[in-house]
């Protein structure tokens, strides 16, 4: 398979610094040389222009750093849509904002699962959200809910549908983003579901749903993991992921070959100890792209 590796080195989205270095975590973490291994072609594409911090002006009223996450998301999204049809993206970040142009990018305009593996819903919008974090947003606006400019990217109008959304390992919900959910189609499997059906009965449940579409992408958080599995991550949730659930979970959807994209986000090696949380999402990139026991 041709992988093509993108980063996006984003902390703009976040409420805690630190993620911007995360594709470089990755890479240092050797996700190219670990794919490699497995027999995938890889090509790194090198990363997003995002403006650092310090070098935009702050007073304007409005979610932090709109139009310069906006900015990203869109470069992103062209970048991608840049891609050879053939590859296998795999977009490294940076927080979880970014996923409003990759998802985007990906899609190429085709009806487009996302299994989204991640401790919150992102489902807020700006008059929702308590923190004003972009990176707490881009599900809604994927949908169509919220600023024009974050809906817009990559062209008019939502870009997938929340009945094609399954999200998994969710455990920390805002009031009004429950309000927002419940209104839509979204399959959301909580830990309660995890710990009660099981990661197996999960996967194979969104593996039915989804199974049909044209393209189905994967955006994993890290901190969906138990924060003692992965400890580099700027909001850390406890009772998450174990470390073989998150394995289990990309290696029932490799077996499954519909597949066809990934994000890894949210690593802080600020946070962090040893790149454990790099080495271990790279780990779930290997398990996806077919990585076995035996």
Not at 94 to 120: P, Y
Request: with cysteine.
């Amino acid at each position: 398979m041709n992988v093509s590796l993108l980063g996006i080195p984003m902390d703009l989205g976040a409420g805690r610094r630190g993620v911007d270095m995360g594709p470089s975590a990755l890479r240092y973490a050797q996700i190219a040389e670990t794919l490699g291994a497995l027999g995938h072609e890889v090509k790194d594409h090198g990363n997003v222009a995002v403006p650092i911090v310090e070098t935009i002006d702050r007073s304007r009223n409005e979610p932090h750093y709109l139009e310069q996450i906006r900015n990203a998301c869109q470069e992103a999204f062209e970048r991608l849509q840049a891609l050879p049809a053939e590859t296998f993206p795999i977009c490294l970040g940076g927080d979880h904002s970014m996923a409003m142009g990759t998802v985007a990018g990906v899609a190429r305009g085709l009806r487009t699962g996302l299994i989204w593996v991640d401790a919150h819903t992102d489902f807020n919008v700006p008059k929702s959200s308590p923190s004003g974090n972009i990176h707490g947003m881009p599900v809604a606006h994927l949908v169509g809910l919220g600023d024009e400019r974050l809906i817009n990217i990559g062209g008019i109008g939502a870009k997938i549908k929340a009945e094609d959304i399954v999200m998994i390992g969710i455990r920390s919900v805002d009031l009004e983003e429950r309000e927002l959910l419940r209104a839509r189609g979204a399959t959301i499997y909580t830990m309660k579901e995890v710990d009660t059906l099981g990661m197996a009965r999960i996967a194979a449940e969104t593996l039915e749903k989804l199974g049909s579409l044209s393209k189905v992408h994967v955006s994993f958080d890290a901190d969906a993991f138990d924060p003692s599995v992965c400890p580099g991550v700027g909001t850390p949730v406890p009772g998450g992921l174990t470390y073989r659930e998150g394995h289990l979970l990309m290696e029932l959807l490799s077996d499954s070959g519909i597949i066809s994209s990934l994000d890894l986000v949210e690593v802080n090696p600020v946070l962090d100890s040893q790149n454990t949380t790099a080495k271990i999402m790279v780990e779930m990139a290997a398990s996806l792209l077919g990585k076995k026991i035996l």
